[in-house]
């Protein structure tokens, strides 16, 4: 009996196996016979699924014949043409040095009112107290100020009297001698617009209608001729026209303007144009303040805030007061007021030509002790010049051979 089970567990086992067998066998003939594997634009064009990778093998291009798309290639051929466009639309302000000189011709229009008429009335065989009653009247009406008028006219009576003899020429240079020592020579007129390692901050400030902003775009202008990069300060808020007006002066000489929303903070803008300076790394910024009538208190309270919140960022370098030569012994006054909100540091002239009287500059320097740094003789963008005692009192006096 266990024979008989061994005998058919064998049979099963093989009739297992060759069953296997079998299979097996037709399985493998129904694999199709292997190959590379056909790549996607190389055996075929690719269609959608297949990988759409470049072959390794494929050549590459090279630098040179890789286009740039025609229309990025005509963008960045326009953007560039812009650019130069721009930089060959700003201007180039005449140079700072010799501006006084250059403008001698029209300075020289106020001598009617100071230089000539001094020189006529000291040139008279007979200086009696008439005489030199209508030389204290010149100077007067010039502006100079009653208590300069005085110690001006005491010298010249003594000097007059021991030279003896007057002519012509004599009396120009005791007369350029007199006016010089009540400017003075040896004050510190620089516009310090140059700091180390920082943007010099200059507020300019003012009264209404003294051509404060258009000081403000000169001042840049000026300091563009001499390669430093402004950063301008639209801090009149108030007056509408002011920040538009102020970048139009920047953009002609390629300074940035920060201005900010109408009827905004002052103190905010003047803060932020000081913190773009820094940030662009600009040599000078200069901040436009709102025109201050002199009697508001509040105002000029304001002014102070503008200076503080400036201080914050870097030193205040520069304050500077226009002043409008025309307006005379008032300019005067506002000075006095301006010099109690903020230190002022020095006076800038306007409209100190044909139409002005000379003897201001000796009357708010006198009143202030503050230095005249810079005037404005004209209309033109340039006509800012620094000041200079000498040529200004030539000028006034005007060509000796004439």
């Not at 002014?303 to 870097?314: D, E, Y």
Request: charged fraction near 25%; charge should be negative.
């Amino acid at each position: 009996m266990e024979y008989v089970l061994i005998i058919i567990a064998i049979v099963v086992f093989g009739l297992v196996a060759s069953a296997g067998l079998v299979l097996g066998t037709r399985r493998r003939r129904r694999i199709p016979p292997t190959r590379a594997r056909p790549h996607p634009g190389v055996d075929y064009r690719p269609g959608v699924g297949d990988d759409a990778e470049i072959p390794r093998d494929t050549p590459r291009r090279t630098v040179e014949t890789v286009d740039i798309p025609e229309a990025e290639a005509e963008a960045e051929a326009e953007l560039y043409e812009l650019e130069l466009e721009r930089e060959a639309q700003l201007e180039v302000p005449a140079p700072a040095a010799g501006r006084l000189v250059r403008l001698r011709e029209r300075l020289a229009r106020s001598q009617n009112s100071l230089g000539r008429g001094l020189l006529l009335l000291l040139s008279r065989d007979n200086l009696d107290d008439e005489a030199w009653d209508d030389v204290e009247t010149t100077l007067l009406v010039a502006d100079v100020g009653v208590i300069p008028t005085q110690e001006l006219v005491a010298s010249l009576r003594t000097k007059v009297k021991v030279l003896g003899a007057r002519r012509p020429e004599d009396v120009r240079v005791l007369l350029r001698d007199e006016l010089l020592a009540q400017i003075g020579t040896s004050t510190d007129r620089t516009l310090h617009a140059a700091a180390d390692g920082r943007p010099a901050n200059i507020l300019v400030v003012g009264v209404n209608g003294t051509g404060k902003t258009t000081t403000c775009g000169k001042i840049a202008r000026l300091l563009v001729a001499d390669d430093r990069t402004v950063v301008l300060g639209a801090a009149d808020t108030f007056r509408a026209a002011a920040a538009d007006q102020l970048e139009t002066w920047g953009s002609r000489v390629g300074a940035q303007t920060v201005r900010g929303a109408e009827g905004g903070d002052p103190a905010s803008v003047a803060f932020e144009a000081a913190k773009r300076g820094i940030g662009v790394g600009a040599d000078a910024v200069v901040v436009d303040t709102a025109g201050r009538l002199h009697t508001k208190a509040g105002l000029m309270d304001e002014l102070a805030k503008i200076k503080r919140v400036v201080t914050k960022i870097g030193p205040v370098d520069e304050v500077l007061l226009v002043l409008d030569a025309t307006t005379g012994q008032n300019a005067v006054e506002q000075a006095r007021v301006f010099t109690r909100a903020v230190d002022i540091t020095g006076i800038v002239l306007t409209k100190l030509d044909g139409t002005a009287k000379g003897g201001i500059v000796i009357a708010v320097q006198r009143e202030l002790g503050v230095p005249v740094k810079l005037v404005g003789l004209g209309e033109g963008p340039d006509d800012l010049a620094p000041f200079d005692p000498e040529a200004f009192v030539d000028a006034l006096l005007g060509d000796p051979a004439n």
